[in-house]
């Protein structure tokens, strides 16, 4: 009497060993793509060009309303002077809301509150954007405190840009700012 196999001939899975070395193999590769990508510094690019955007959303806002003015800014921004100062209803104006190596031109002078103006807000932006990541670590940015600045020359030209962009690399920091 002959004994037969209890398996079909020829049908022969995986061992232990393969699988486990398949796993392993996954498992290392899946950790040099994690590291390659860098998930938190593409976060910190995303909140970048948000910021980006924000900024040059609130500049065409300002252009759009004074052309469609004939000229004249809105309110809050024509009875601003040159300088620098902050986009939002009011705060504390600390040194690191707005630092001056991000303006060019000192932490500012006060407040412009642009939401005040409902013919400005209303039909030119939807709102007054709030920086993305809503602190810098010590100030908490809301609609007193956006994170965002304006800045008009002798000359008239606007400048409106970030305080806080963050940076991408760990060593420089961007400058956000859009200048028309």
Known sequence: MTRTASTKQGARGFTLIELLIVIGIIGILAAIV????????????ARNARRFAEANALLNAILN?????KGTLPIAVSTTNTGVV???TGGTLTTTVCPNHITGAGTGTGFINLAADTAFVDAYIPEIPV??????GVDTYSAAVTG?????STSGRIEIGA???E???NITTPQIKVKR
């Open 86 to 88: 902050l986009i939002g």
């Open 34 to 45: 994690l590291v390659s990508v860098d998930p938190a510094k593409r976060l910190r690019q």
């Open 148 to 152: 965002y600045y304006l800045k008009r």
């Open 167 to 169: 940076s991408e690399d």
């Open 65 to 69: 309303y004074t052309v469609d003015y």
């Open 131 to 136: 920086d993305p990541r809503g602190s810098n």
């Open 163 to 165: 305080c806080n962009p």
